[in-house]
């Protein structure tokens, strides 16, 4: 079964950091490419960053670019996503995400607040 658990979600004022983290298991890992998404109240799932598994090459919604980085380790069928200048618009539910299985997990809160 897959299951996908997100870590390291809080309250942090702008222009403060949080790293998330998720553990991944019940498939392999290192061969999907994996993403972190996003949600508001009321609103749909926002993708926000994709990590490929052949090449780890990444990818950002213009958004986040040069502010948030996704990295994993395979070894440790980890994901993460560092997020830097985090802005109040940052606030969400933070999902990761395997699209290609149609899985992610129960989600992290980050909040962006002073």
């Known amino acids: 079964e897959v299951h996908l658990e997100e870590s390291g979600g809080g309250l942090v004022q702008p222009g403060g950091s949080l790293r998330l983290s998720c553990k991944a298991s019940?498939?392999?890992?290192?061969?999907?490419?994996m993403s972190w998404a996003r949600q508001t109240p009321g609103n749909g799932l926002e993708w926000i960053s994709r990590i490929k598994s052949i090449d780890g090459s990444s990818y950002y919604l213009d958004s986040v670019k040069g502010r948030f980085t996704i990295s994993r380790d395979n070894a440790r069928n980890m994901l993460y996503l560092q997020m830097n200048n985090l802005k109040p618009e940052d606030t969400a539910v933070y999902y990761c995400?395997?699209?290609?299985?149609?899985?992610r997990g129960q989600g992290t809160q980050v909040i962006v607040s002073s």
């Open positions: 995400v395997s699209y290609t299985l149609s899985a």
């Open positions: 019940g498939f392999t890992f290192s061969n999907y490419d």
